[in-house]
T-cell receptor, first 111, second 115 residues
């Protein structure tokens, strides 16, 4: 069974601060996706990373896929209250027919 | 282009009753996935279906749970004789391909409460 561990579980910061969320596994994933989920809604895809060492930027969000394709990080620069939500990483294994989700990191950005 | 539609949004059942959760995938999507989420937790895979076929049900409890995706109509997740531990949010997602490098499009879930 492939497991993804996210840390921290909860993060509370002030508007304007930076934050980093980590997603780690002992397994290799063919790709990794990051989703954001708001209360009462389903997860919405932010980015997919496929290549080991890949870095993708989405405005103030920077996503990195580890060289060995076992871990990933999400960094938010100058966080805003609109960044508040549950951030989920999800990996596609070698079989490739389903995504395994991490436990999520709940981010609260206070104005 | 409507997204993934799930209904009902909220469902309350007494212990022992049956729960039926429906999911209409995005237009053109023939791959459907069901996930379960407990409060403040991530999503746990339950089952992956294509039209008329169950491809992977490794996350489904062996008893009381079943899923189908008929040729016509929505995908159905059925829970028989519900127990309190079945209370959770159930999310459906669809995709146009089986390739997991393509994104999943999620519905807004059905929140099941068993009293």
């Amino acid at each position: 069974t492939q497991l993804l561990e996210q840390s921290p579980q909860f993060l509370s910061i002030q508007e304007g601060e930076n934050l980093t969320v980590y997603c780690n596994s002992s397994s290799v994933f063919s790709s990794l996706q990051w989703y954001r989920q708001e209360p009462g809604e389903g997860p919405v895809l932010l980015v997919t990373v496929v290549t080991g060492g890949e870095v993708k930027k989405l405005k103030r969000l920077t996503f990195q896929f580890g060289d060995a394709r076992k871990d990933s990080s999400l960094h938010i620069t100058a966080a805003q209250p609109g960044d508040t939500g549950l951030y989920l990483c999800a990996g596609a294994g070698a079989a490739g027919n389903k995504l395994t989700f991490g436990g999520g990191t709940r981010v609260l950005v206070k104005p | 282009n409507a997204g993934v539609m799930q209904n009902p949004r909220h469902l309350v059942r007494r212990r022992g009753q049956e729960a039926r959760l429906r999911c209409s995938p995005m237009k053109g999507h023939s791959h459907v996935y069901w996930y379960r989420q407990l409060p403040e937790e991530g999503l746990k895979f339950m089952v992956y279906l294509q039209k008329e076929n169950i491809i992977d049900e490794s996350g489904m409890p062996k008893e009381r749970f079943s899923a189908e995706f008929p040729k016509e109509g929505p995908s159905i997740l059925r829970i028989q004789q519900v127990v309190r531990g079945d209370s959770a949010a159930y999310f459906c997602a669809s995709s146009p391909r089986s390739d997991m490098n393509s994104p999943l499009h999620f519905g807004n879930g059905t929140r099941l409460t068993v009293t």
